[in-house]
Protein backbone atom coordinates (compact mmCIF):
# COMPACT_ATOMS: atom_id res chain seq x y z
CA UNK A 1 0.00 0.00 0.00
CA UNK A 2 3.06 2.58 1.16
CA UNK A 3 4.63 2.18 -2.20
CA UNK A 4 1.12 2.23 -4.44
CA UNK A 5 1.10 5.72 -2.41
CA UNK A 6 4.26 6.62 -3.27
CA UNK A 7 3.71 5.69 -7.10
CA UNK A 8 0.67 7.50 -7.51
CA UNK A 9 2.36 10.60 -5.77
CA UNK A 10 5.06 10.61 -8.51
CA UNK A 11 2.73 10.14 -11.18
CA UNK A 12 0.87 13.09 -9.89
CA UNK A 13 4.09 15.54 -9.83
CA UNK A 14 5.58 14.06 -13.10
CA UNK A 15 2.48 14.64 -14.83
CA UNK A 16 2.26 18.36 -13.68
CA UNK A 17 5.62 19.01 -14.63
CA UNK A 18 5.31 17.48 -18.06
CA UNK A 19 1.73 19.39 -18.10
CA UNK A 20 3.53 22.93 -17.08
CA UNK A 21 7.11 22.58 -17.71
CA UNK A 22 8.88 22.75 -20.84
CA UNK A 23 12.43 22.92 -19.52
CA UNK A 24 14.60 20.56 -21.25
CA UNK A 25 15.77 17.60 -19.08
CA UNK A 26 13.06 17.21 -16.31
CA UNK A 27 11.49 14.14 -18.85
CA UNK A 28 14.33 12.20 -17.79
CA UNK A 29 14.16 13.57 -14.15
CA UNK A 30 10.34 12.63 -13.69
CA UNK A 31 10.04 9.72 -16.39
CA UNK A 32 6.37 8.34 -17.14
CA UNK A 33 5.50 5.32 -15.42
CA UNK A 34 4.65 2.23 -17.32
CA UNK A 35 2.95 -1.17 -15.36
CA UNK A 36 5.96 -2.73 -15.31
CA UNK A 37 7.39 0.38 -12.91
CA UNK A 38 4.06 -0.32 -10.87
CA UNK A 39 5.84 -3.95 -9.91
CA UNK A 40 9.38 -2.26 -9.55
CA UNK A 41 9.16 0.97 -8.49
CA UNK A 42 10.23 -0.02 -5.02
CA UNK A 43 13.54 -1.56 -5.53
CA UNK A 44 16.87 -0.18 -5.41
CA UNK A 45 17.96 -2.00 -8.35
CA UNK A 46 15.60 -0.82 -11.02
CA UNK A 47 17.82 0.31 -13.97
CA UNK A 48 14.80 3.03 -14.59
CA UNK A 49 15.23 4.05 -11.37
CA UNK A 50 18.71 4.21 -10.97
CA UNK A 51 19.11 6.32 -14.85
CA UNK A 52 16.32 8.87 -13.47
CA UNK A 53 18.81 9.56 -10.22
CA UNK A 54 22.01 9.96 -12.37
CA UNK A 55 19.77 12.28 -14.82
CA UNK A 56 18.30 14.18 -11.57
CA UNK A 57 22.36 14.52 -10.41
CA UNK A 58 23.24 15.63 -13.99
CA UNK A 59 20.34 18.27 -14.15
CA UNK A 60 21.34 19.76 -10.95
CA UNK A 61 25.21 19.70 -12.00
CA UNK A 62 24.01 22.08 -14.85
CA UNK A 63 22.01 23.97 -12.87
CA UNK A 64 24.94 24.88 -10.39
CA UNK A 65 27.28 25.37 -13.43
CA UNK A 66 25.08 27.67 -14.79
CA UNK A 67 24.62 29.41 -11.78
CA UNK A 68 28.35 30.00 -11.24
CA UNK A 69 28.74 31.24 -14.88
CA UNK A 70 25.63 33.95 -14.32
CA UNK A 71 27.85 34.97 -11.37
CA UNK A 72 30.76 35.69 -13.37
CA UNK A 73 29.20 37.27 -15.60
CA UNK A 74 27.34 39.94 -13.48
CA UNK A 75 30.55 40.40 -11.97
CA UNK A 76 31.84 41.06 -15.03
CA UNK A 77 29.46 43.29 -15.84
CA UNK A 78 30.10 45.26 -12.17
CA UNK A 79 33.32 46.04 -12.98
CA UNK A 80 32.47 47.49 -16.05
CA UNK A 81 35.34 47.04 -18.48
CA UNK A 82 35.81 49.13 -21.57
CA UNK A 83 37.31 49.36 -25.02
CA UNK A 84 38.47 51.29 -27.33
CA UNK A 85 37.17 51.15 -31.51
CA UNK A 86 38.58 53.18 -33.95
CA UNK A 87 36.78 54.88 -36.94
CA UNK A 88 38.48 56.50 -39.91
CA UNK A 89 36.04 58.84 -42.28
CA UNK A 90 37.58 60.09 -45.48
CA UNK A 91 37.08 63.92 -46.77
CA UNK A 92 38.81 63.32 -50.06
CA UNK A 93 35.80 65.19 -51.83
CA UNK A 94 34.93 68.08 -49.32
CA UNK A 95 38.38 68.76 -47.90
CA UNK A 96 38.96 70.06 -44.32
CA UNK A 97 39.02 73.08 -42.64
CA UNK A 98 43.29 73.57 -42.16
CA UNK A 99 44.72 73.98 -38.37
CA UNK A 100 45.78 77.01 -36.45
CA UNK A 101 49.35 77.56 -36.92
CA UNK A 102 50.74 79.05 -33.62
CA UNK A 103 54.07 80.66 -34.15
CA UNK A 104 56.66 82.08 -30.83
CA UNK A 105 59.77 83.75 -31.45
CA UNK A 106 62.38 82.64 -28.86
CA UNK A 107 64.10 86.03 -29.06
CA UNK A 108 63.17 89.53 -27.88
CA UNK A 109 63.64 92.92 -29.36
CA UNK A 110 66.52 94.96 -27.51
CA UNK A 111 65.37 98.61 -26.12
CA UNK A 112 66.97 100.97 -23.61
CA UNK A 113 66.09 98.81 -20.92
CA UNK A 114 66.49 96.17 -21.89
CA UNK A 115 67.21 93.94 -18.93
CA UNK A 116 64.52 95.54 -16.95
CA UNK A 117 61.90 94.91 -19.33
CA UNK A 118 62.87 91.64 -20.54
CA UNK A 119 62.27 90.83 -15.83
CA UNK A 120 59.17 92.05 -16.74
CA UNK A 121 58.55 89.33 -19.90
CA UNK A 122 59.66 87.10 -17.45
CA UNK A 123 57.74 88.31 -14.48
CA UNK A 124 54.25 87.73 -16.24
CA UNK A 125 55.67 84.53 -18.12
CA UNK A 126 56.16 83.35 -14.74
CA UNK A 127 52.42 83.55 -13.81
CA UNK A 128 51.23 81.82 -17.01
CA UNK A 129 53.33 79.21 -17.25
CA UNK A 130 52.18 76.12 -16.31
CA UNK A 131 55.04 73.70 -16.88
CA UNK A 132 56.63 73.48 -13.44
CA UNK A 133 59.83 72.13 -14.97
CA UNK A 134 59.88 75.62 -16.51
CA UNK A 135 63.25 77.75 -15.78
CA UNK A 136 60.82 80.68 -14.77
CA UNK A 137 58.99 79.13 -12.07
CA UNK A 138 61.66 78.23 -10.43
CA UNK A 139 62.58 79.73 -6.83
CA UNK A 140 65.94 81.16 -7.76
CA UNK A 141 63.90 83.32 -10.65
CA UNK A 142 61.03 84.42 -8.34
CA UNK A 143 63.74 85.47 -5.70
CA UNK A 144 65.68 87.42 -8.76
CA UNK A 145 62.15 88.71 -9.98
CA UNK A 146 61.09 90.03 -6.53
CA UNK A 147 63.72 91.72 -5.37
CA UNK A 148 64.14 93.42 -9.32
CA UNK A 149 60.72 94.81 -8.72
CA UNK A 150 61.91 96.28 -5.30
CA UNK A 151 64.29 98.17 -6.86
CA UNK A 152 63.99 101.79 -7.77
CA UNK A 153 62.80 102.24 -11.52
CA UNK A 154 61.76 105.24 -13.47
CA UNK A 155 58.29 105.66 -14.88
CA UNK A 156 58.93 104.55 -17.85
CA UNK A 157 59.67 101.30 -16.91
CA UNK A 158 56.87 100.69 -13.92
CA UNK A 159 54.69 101.61 -16.84
CA UNK A 160 56.30 99.33 -19.43
CA UNK A 161 53.93 96.54 -20.66
CA UNK A 162 54.59 93.25 -22.15
CA UNK A 163 52.88 94.01 -25.37
CA UNK A 164 55.79 97.53 -24.86
CA UNK A 165 58.28 94.66 -24.88
CA UNK A 166 57.52 93.00 -27.83
CA UNK A 167 55.81 95.46 -30.12
CA UNK A 168 53.28 92.63 -31.55
CA UNK A 169 52.25 95.00 -34.94
CA UNK A 170 55.94 95.64 -35.99
CA UNK A 171 57.41 92.51 -34.51
CA UNK A 172 54.75 90.61 -36.79
CA UNK A 173 56.11 92.50 -40.17
CA UNK A 174 59.60 92.03 -39.21
CA UNK A 175 59.31 88.50 -38.62
CA UNK A 176 57.65 87.11 -40.91
CA UNK A 177 59.54 87.42 -44.12
CA UNK A 178 56.98 85.36 -46.21
CA UNK A 179 53.21 83.95 -45.80
CA UNK A 180 51.33 82.02 -48.58
CA UNK A 181 48.23 79.86 -48.88
CA UNK A 182 47.34 77.81 -51.29
CA UNK A 183 44.21 75.57 -50.84
CA UNK A 184 44.40 73.62 -53.55
CA UNK A 185 45.13 72.68 -57.26
CA UNK A 186 42.42 75.11 -58.27
CA UNK A 187 43.16 78.35 -56.14
CA UNK A 188 46.23 80.69 -56.33
CA UNK A 189 48.24 81.48 -53.57
CA UNK A 190 46.99 84.04 -50.95
CA UNK A 191 48.89 85.89 -49.15
CA UNK A 192 48.50 85.61 -45.20
CA UNK A 193 50.97 87.27 -43.19
CA UNK A 194 48.15 89.82 -42.40
CA UNK A 195 45.82 86.95 -41.18
CA UNK A 196 48.56 86.47 -38.16
CA UNK A 197 47.15 87.59 -34.50
CA UNK A 198 49.12 88.53 -31.46
CA UNK A 199 47.55 86.02 -28.77
CA UNK A 200 49.08 85.85 -25.22
CA UNK A 201 50.20 82.05 -24.44
CA UNK A 202 51.70 80.49 -21.36
CA UNK A 203 54.98 81.10 -23.36
CA UNK A 204 54.88 84.81 -24.14
CA UNK A 205 53.10 86.44 -26.97
CA UNK A 206 53.06 84.76 -29.85
CA UNK A 207 51.23 85.19 -33.38
CA UNK A 208 48.20 82.48 -34.79
CA UNK A 209 46.88 82.16 -38.33
CA UNK A 210 43.56 80.18 -37.73
CA UNK A 211 42.48 78.12 -40.73
CA UNK A 212 39.50 77.46 -39.26
CA UNK A 213 38.01 79.72 -42.25
CA UNK A 214 40.16 78.06 -44.87
CA UNK A 215 39.74 74.63 -46.34
CA UNK A 216 42.41 72.71 -47.73
CA UNK A 217 41.37 70.87 -51.57
CA UNK A 218 44.32 69.08 -51.59
CA UNK A 219 47.49 67.16 -49.89
CA UNK A 220 50.78 67.14 -50.00
CA UNK A 221 53.89 69.49 -49.56
CA UNK A 222 52.71 71.56 -52.64
CA UNK A 223 49.93 73.02 -50.80
CA UNK A 224 48.76 74.66 -47.12
CA UNK A 225 51.03 76.82 -45.26
CA UNK A 226 54.12 78.12 -46.12
CA UNK A 227 56.20 80.87 -44.04
CA UNK A 228 59.67 82.03 -44.13
CA UNK A 229 61.10 83.72 -41.21
CA UNK A 230 63.28 85.74 -40.02
CA UNK A 231 64.33 85.80 -36.19
CA UNK A 232 66.46 88.82 -36.31
CA UNK A 233 69.33 88.01 -33.57
CA UNK A 234 70.93 91.18 -33.49
CA UNK A 235 68.00 93.38 -32.60
CA UNK A 236 66.41 90.50 -30.81
CA UNK A 237 68.95 88.51 -28.54
CA UNK A 238 67.57 85.32 -27.31
CA UNK A 239 67.61 85.63 -22.79
CA UNK A 240 66.38 81.95 -22.34
CA UNK A 241 69.56 80.86 -24.14
CA UNK A 242 67.76 79.25 -27.07
CA UNK A 243 67.18 80.40 -30.45
CA UNK A 244 64.66 79.90 -33.41
CA UNK A 245 60.88 79.70 -33.54
CA UNK A 246 58.42 77.29 -31.13
CA UNK A 247 55.53 76.01 -33.98
CA UNK A 248 52.79 74.52 -32.15
CA UNK A 249 49.68 73.33 -34.79
CA UNK A 250 46.09 73.07 -33.21
CA UNK A 251 42.51 73.18 -33.18
CA UNK A 252 41.01 76.59 -34.32
CA UNK A 253 39.09 76.85 -31.21
CA UNK A 254 41.67 75.33 -29.15
CA UNK A 255 44.16 77.14 -27.35
CA UNK A 256 48.00 77.05 -27.82
CA UNK A 257 50.37 75.26 -25.80
CA UNK A 258 53.68 76.23 -26.72
CA UNK A 259 55.00 76.10 -22.88
CA UNK A 260 53.92 72.19 -23.01
CA UNK A 261 54.42 70.67 -26.56
CA UNK A 262 55.39 71.95 -30.12
CA UNK A 263 58.09 72.05 -32.83
CA UNK A 264 61.57 73.58 -32.45
CA UNK A 265 62.98 75.08 -35.40
CA UNK A 266 66.39 76.54 -35.13
CA UNK A 267 67.60 79.00 -37.56
CA UNK A 268 69.12 77.50 -40.83
CA UNK A 269 66.88 74.50 -41.41
CA UNK A 270 63.80 74.20 -43.16
CA UNK A 271 60.81 72.04 -41.72
CA UNK A 272 57.78 70.29 -43.60
CA UNK A 273 55.01 69.34 -41.19
CA UNK A 274 52.51 66.63 -42.54
CA UNK A 275 49.18 66.90 -40.31
CA UNK A 276 46.54 64.31 -39.46
CA UNK A 277 42.95 65.26 -38.17
CA UNK A 278 42.26 62.70 -34.82
CA UNK A 279 39.85 63.21 -32.28
CA UNK A 280 38.87 61.15 -29.22
CA UNK A 281 35.82 60.80 -27.36
CA UNK A 282 34.76 58.79 -24.14
CA UNK A 283 31.31 57.53 -23.93
CA UNK A 284 32.34 56.15 -20.25
CA UNK A 285 31.92 57.42 -16.82
CA UNK A 286 35.45 56.32 -15.66
CA UNK A 287 37.51 59.54 -16.08
CA UNK A 288 34.61 61.51 -14.80
CA UNK A 289 34.28 63.69 -18.37
CA UNK A 290 32.49 66.82 -19.01
CA UNK A 291 31.08 67.46 -22.37
CA UNK A 292 31.78 71.58 -22.20
CA UNK A 293 32.02 73.86 -19.62
CA UNK A 294 31.51 77.83 -20.21
CA UNK A 295 34.81 79.46 -19.06
CA UNK A 296 34.84 82.94 -18.12
CA UNK A 297 38.31 84.40 -19.50
CA UNK A 298 37.77 81.50 -22.22
CA UNK A 299 34.62 81.17 -23.25
CA UNK A 300 32.55 77.78 -25.23
CA UNK A 301 31.80 80.40 -28.28
CA UNK A 302 35.25 80.79 -29.21
CA UNK A 303 37.35 78.28 -27.56
CA UNK A 304 36.99 74.14 -27.22
CA UNK A 305 36.46 73.12 -23.79
CA UNK A 306 40.20 71.34 -22.27
CA UNK A 307 42.17 70.79 -19.36
CA UNK A 308 44.75 73.30 -20.24
CA UNK A 309 42.29 75.99 -20.31
CA UNK A 310 40.90 75.61 -17.73
CA UNK A 311 43.94 75.50 -15.66
CA UNK A 312 45.15 78.82 -17.42
CA UNK A 313 41.47 80.56 -16.56
CA UNK A 314 41.76 79.25 -13.08
CA UNK A 315 45.50 81.61 -13.61
CA UNK A 316 43.07 84.75 -14.76
CA UNK A 317 40.24 84.38 -12.65
CA UNK A 318 42.89 84.53 -9.31
CA UNK A 319 44.42 87.31 -10.30
CA UNK A 320 41.14 89.06 -11.40
CA UNK A 321 39.30 88.33 -8.00
CA UNK A 322 42.32 89.92 -5.98
CA UNK A 323 41.70 93.37 -7.53
CA UNK A 324 44.41 94.71 -5.05
CA UNK A 325 47.20 94.77 -7.89
CA UNK A 326 44.35 96.14 -10.61
CA UNK A 327 45.28 93.81 -13.40
CA UNK A 328 43.30 91.17 -15.42
CA UNK A 329 44.82 89.45 -18.54
CA UNK A 330 42.63 88.71 -20.97
CA UNK A 331 43.51 85.38 -23.34
CA UNK A 332 43.51 87.17 -26.57
CA UNK A 333 43.30 90.91 -27.61
CA UNK A 334 40.12 92.31 -28.01
CA UNK A 335 39.71 95.41 -30.77
CA UNK A 336 41.53 98.23 -30.24
CA UNK A 337 45.44 99.27 -29.61
CA UNK A 338 46.35 97.10 -26.49
CA UNK A 339 42.83 96.58 -25.19
CA UNK A 340 43.59 93.80 -22.50
CA UNK A 341 46.75 92.71 -21.33
CA UNK A 342 48.74 96.15 -21.28
CA UNK A 343 47.26 97.50 -17.84
CA UNK A 344 49.24 94.77 -16.67
CA UNK A 345 52.62 96.68 -16.47
CA UNK A 346 55.76 96.26 -15.02
CA UNK A 347 55.03 97.51 -11.28
CA UNK A 348 51.57 95.64 -11.69
CA UNK A 349 53.47 92.52 -12.51
CA UNK A 350 55.76 92.77 -9.61
CA UNK A 351 52.58 93.04 -7.43
CA UNK A 352 51.25 89.67 -9.24
CA UNK A 353 54.33 88.10 -8.56
CA UNK A 354 53.90 88.78 -4.68
CA UNK A 355 50.37 87.78 -4.39
CA UNK A 356 49.73 85.09 -6.78
CA UNK A 357 53.11 83.54 -7.40
CA UNK A 358 52.27 80.35 -4.93
CA UNK A 359 49.23 79.49 -7.10
CA UNK A 360 49.93 76.55 -8.30
CA UNK A 361 46.98 75.98 -11.37
CA UNK A 362 47.91 72.07 -11.75
CA UNK A 363 45.83 71.62 -8.39
CA UNK A 364 42.61 73.03 -9.60
CA UNK A 365 40.24 70.58 -10.55
CA UNK A 366 39.94 70.80 -14.18
CA UNK A 367 38.32 67.68 -15.65
CA UNK A 368 38.71 66.04 -19.07
CA UNK A 369 36.78 66.75 -21.89
CA UNK A 370 34.74 63.76 -23.75
CA UNK A 371 35.47 65.28 -27.21
CA UNK A 372 38.74 66.77 -27.91
CA UNK A 373 39.99 67.36 -31.52
CA UNK A 374 43.73 67.77 -32.00
CA UNK A 375 46.31 67.16 -35.03
CA UNK A 376 49.42 64.85 -35.01
CA UNK A 377 52.14 65.48 -37.20
CA UNK A 378 55.41 63.77 -38.22
CA UNK A 379 58.19 66.31 -39.23
CA UNK A 380 61.43 66.64 -41.51
CA UNK A 381 64.08 68.83 -41.48
CA UNK A 382 66.59 70.10 -44.13
CA UNK A 383 69.12 73.36 -44.51
CA UNK A 384 67.98 76.19 -45.17
CA UNK A 385 68.37 78.60 -46.95
CA UNK A 386 70.70 77.14 -50.03
CA UNK A 387 71.33 77.58 -53.88
CA UNK A 388 69.32 80.21 -55.73
CA UNK A 389 66.83 80.93 -52.85
CA UNK A 390 69.78 82.28 -50.92
CA UNK A 391 71.44 84.55 -53.74
CA UNK A 392 67.64 85.48 -53.43
CA UNK A 393 67.57 86.76 -50.18
CA UNK A 394 70.90 88.09 -49.39
CA UNK A 395 70.27 90.29 -52.92
CA UNK A 396 66.37 91.53 -51.27
CA UNK A 397 67.74 92.08 -48.05
CA UNK A 398 71.41 93.39 -48.89
CA UNK A 399 72.94 90.82 -46.13
CA UNK A 400 75.89 88.39 -45.88
CA UNK A 401 74.98 84.53 -46.33
CA UNK A 402 75.84 83.83 -43.02
CA UNK A 403 72.99 86.44 -41.40
CA UNK A 404 70.96 84.51 -43.61
CA UNK A 405 71.83 81.29 -42.03
CA UNK A 406 72.10 82.66 -38.76
CA UNK A 407 68.14 83.88 -39.00
CA UNK A 408 65.98 82.31 -41.51
CA UNK A 409 64.05 79.46 -41.44
CA UNK A 410 61.06 77.61 -42.94
CA UNK A 411 58.01 75.99 -42.11
CA UNK A 412 55.70 73.99 -44.37
CA UNK A 413 52.15 72.95 -43.05
CA UNK A 414 50.27 70.68 -45.26
CA UNK A 415 48.06 68.13 -44.78
CA UNK A 416 48.60 64.22 -45.10
CA UNK A 417 45.54 63.01 -45.86
CA UNK A 418 41.84 64.31 -45.37
CA UNK A 419 41.00 61.25 -43.35
CA UNK A 420 39.93 61.71 -39.33
CA UNK A 421 40.57 59.36 -37.06
CA UNK A 422 38.62 59.20 -34.51
CA UNK A 423 39.40 57.00 -30.95
CA UNK A 424 35.70 56.43 -29.06
CA UNK A 425 36.27 54.77 -25.31
CA UNK A 426 32.71 52.57 -24.73
CA UNK A 427 31.43 50.41 -22.21
CA UNK A 428 31.98 46.37 -23.82
CA UNK A 429 29.69 44.81 -21.32
CA UNK A 430 26.31 46.50 -21.05
CA UNK A 431 23.44 45.32 -19.98
CA UNK A 432 22.05 44.12 -22.71
CA UNK A 433 25.23 42.06 -23.16
CA UNK A 434 24.58 40.64 -19.19
CA UNK A 435 21.33 39.29 -20.38
CA UNK A 436 22.01 38.25 -23.49
CA UNK A 437 24.89 36.02 -21.90
CA UNK A 438 22.60 34.79 -18.88
CA UNK A 439 20.17 33.82 -21.35
CA UNK A 440 22.91 31.54 -23.70
CA UNK A 441 23.90 30.46 -20.54
CA UNK A 442 20.56 29.04 -19.66
CA UNK A 443 20.20 27.89 -22.79
CA UNK A 444 23.14 25.75 -23.14
CA UNK A 445 22.94 24.51 -19.50
CA UNK A 446 19.44 23.10 -18.66
CA UNK A 447 17.79 24.37 -22.07
CA UNK A 448 15.78 27.71 -20.54
CA UNK A 449 14.44 30.41 -22.38
CA UNK A 450 12.01 33.04 -21.52
CA UNK A 451 8.91 31.05 -21.56
CA UNK A 452 10.05 29.01 -19.05
CA UNK A 453 10.05 31.58 -16.52
CA UNK A 454 6.77 32.42 -17.33
CA UNK A 455 6.09 28.28 -16.91
CA UNK A 456 7.84 28.92 -13.17
CA UNK A 457 5.36 32.06 -12.30
CA UNK A 458 2.60 29.82 -13.00
CA UNK A 459 3.31 26.79 -11.56
CA UNK A 460 4.64 29.40 -8.40
CA UNK A 461 1.05 30.97 -8.83
CA UNK A 462 -0.93 27.39 -8.93
CA UNK A 463 1.16 26.28 -5.93
CA UNK A 464 0.33 29.46 -4.29
CA UNK A 465 -3.40 28.48 -5.29
CA UNK A 466 -3.25 24.81 -4.20
CA UNK A 467 -2.10 26.21 -0.80
CA UNK A 468 -4.73 28.70 -0.51
CA UNK A 469 -7.16 26.13 -0.99
CA UNK A 470 -6.05 23.70 1.14
CA UNK A 471 -5.67 26.03 4.04
CA UNK A 472 -9.38 27.73 2.97
CA UNK A 473 -10.33 23.64 3.12
CA UNK A 474 -8.54 23.57 6.61
CA UNK A 475 -10.14 26.27 7.73
CA UNK A 476 -13.92 25.34 7.35
CA UNK A 477 -13.37 21.85 8.54
CA UNK A 478 -11.53 23.29 11.81
CA UNK A 479 -15.12 25.76 11.71
CA UNK A 480 -17.13 23.17 11.34
CA UNK A 481 -15.47 20.96 14.22
CA UNK A 482 -16.10 24.00 16.04
CA UNK A 483 -19.32 24.73 15.15
CA UNK A 484 -20.60 20.66 15.75
CA UNK A 485 -18.78 20.70 19.33
CA UNK A 486 -20.92 23.88 20.07
CA UNK A 487 -24.21 22.26 18.69
CA UNK A 488 -22.94 19.27 20.86
CA UNK A 489 -22.69 20.90 23.80
CA UNK A 490 -25.77 22.54 23.74
CA UNK A 491 -27.69 19.60 22.81
CA UNK A 492 -26.24 17.85 26.43
CA UNK A 493 -28.27 20.07 28.60
CA UNK A 494 -31.45 18.95 26.62
CA UNK A 495 -30.45 15.81 26.65
CA UNK A 496 -30.24 15.72 31.04
CA UNK A 497 -33.49 17.59 31.13
CA UNK A 498 -35.55 14.53 28.89
CA UNK A 499 -33.64 11.78 30.80
CA UNK A 500 -35.15 11.98 34.31
CA UNK A 501 -38.80 12.72 33.65
CA UNK A 502 -38.93 10.08 31.73
CA UNK A 503 -37.75 7.97 34.27
CA UNK A 504 -40.24 9.37 36.66
CA UNK A 505 -43.49 8.67 34.54
CA UNK A 506 -42.22 5.50 34.19
CA UNK A 507 -42.02 4.39 37.79
CA UNK A 508 -45.29 5.72 38.51
CA UNK A 509 -46.73 3.92 35.91
CA UNK A 510 -45.68 0.85 37.86
Given at each position: MCSDGAGHAYDKVSKYFKKKITIAGLSHVFPERTKKDDRTRSGLTNPEKIIMVIWALFFTGCVLGCLVLIGLSTKRFVDKPTASTITVVSHDKTGLPFPAVTICNLNLKKNDSDFLLNTTYQAIISLYNADKSSQFTSNKKIDHLLNTCTASLSNSIQNATIWDIVSPEMAVNEFIHYCGFLHGADSDVVMCKDLFEPVLTSAGI?????????????????????????????????????????????????????????????????????????????????????????????????????????????????????????????????????????????????????????????????????????????????????????????????????????????????????????????????????????????????????????????????????????????????????????????????????????????????
Amino acid sequence: MCSDGAGHAYDKVSKYFKKKITIAGLSHVFPERTKKDDRTRSGLTNPEKIIMVIWALFFTGCVLGCLVLIGLSTKRFVDKPTASTITVVSHDKTGLPFPAVTICNLNLKKNDSDFLLNTTYQAIISLYNADKSSQFTSNKKIDHLLNTCTASLSNSIQNATIWDIVSPEMAVNEFIHYCGFLHGADSDVVMCKDLFEPVLTSAGICFTFNGTNKLANSTGRRYGLKLVLNIQQEERPSFSGKLGVKLVIHDGKDIARPSLYGISVPPGFAVDVGVRKMATRDETSEAKCIDDMNLPFFPSDKFQYSQFACRENAVAENIARGSKCNCVIQPDRSPGLYASTPNCTFSKACCLLQEHYRFHPEEIDCPLPCHFEYYEHTASYSSFPNGQYLQLLMEELNMSAEYVKDNFLSIDVFFDDFQVTTTTTKYTYGIEALLGEIGGLLGLFIGVNIINFFELLVLSGDGLGMLCRRAGRSCRRALEKIKKRKNERKEEPMKMDTQPGSSRSGNGHA
